[in-house]
């Protein structure tokens, strides 16, 4: 058996006689969400998607999962027989936080209303990923940047474009056990 060094927030928490094993558990799981996060380079979160075809249709549909996002947050994009649906997503409760102080505050009113921060330190656990999402399909042949179409509504975005052949890649592949930088 090869013995690990731990680091000082693991051997902490590995020397708490107070707390079950869940509680260490959880607690280490929050301390790798909260390092992943630090990291320096952004990790791209890749939204998940159904797509459908059939010829019988005039459209195929591809449905992306972008839950709390706003049409203003999202670009589609066309170029080069690429599809490319890219975006940022907010730290959720912070932006809902915002939304009702928003609201409550009466429209008439000239003043400005500043932006609503929440201390890291005063979160228990962060399991709601936020952050930079990306996807891209490749199109078929012939599909044009014009002939594309997208609505967002209760956190779906439905892309489609006009039936011709079947996309020839989708990128990226995604098996269920990697999952965990999905929105």
């Known amino acids: 058996m090869v013995a690990r060094k731990m680091s000082s927030a693991q051997a902490a928490v590995a020397k708490s006689p107070n707390q ?4 260490r558990f959880l607690h280490m799981q ?11 380079t952004p990790h791209v979160l890749i939204p998940r998607m159904d797509l459908f075809q059939d010829d019988a249709l005039p459209s195929t549909y591809a449905i992306f999962e972008i839950p709390g996002v706003s049409e203003r947050s999202i670009k589609v ?3 080069d027989g690429l599809l490319t649906i890219e975006g940022m997503r907010g730290p959720p409760l912070r932006a809902r936080l915002n939304d009702i102080i928003r609201s409550r ?3 008439d009113e000239d003043r400005c209303i500043p932006e609503f921060t929440l201390a890291e330190e005063k979160y228990r656990a962060r399991e709601l990923n936020f952050g930079i999402f ?20 209760d956190g779906m975005l439905l ?4 039936t011709g052949c079947t996309p020839t890649a989708i990128s990226p592949v995604v098996n269920l056990a990697s ?3 999905t929105i």
């Open 159 to 162: 892309v489609t474009w006009p």
């Open 77 to 79: 994009d066309v170029e």
């Open 105 to 107: 505050v009466a429209v």
């Open 20 to 23: 079950s094993r869940v509680d």
């Open 179 to 181: 999952m965990q930088g």
């Open 30 to 40: 929050l301390l790798k969400l909260q390092l992943r996060r630090r990291i320096d």
């Open 134 to 153: 990306r996807r891209k399909v490749q199109l078929p042949p012939g599909v044009k940047a014009s002939d594309v179409r997208h609505e967002l509504r």
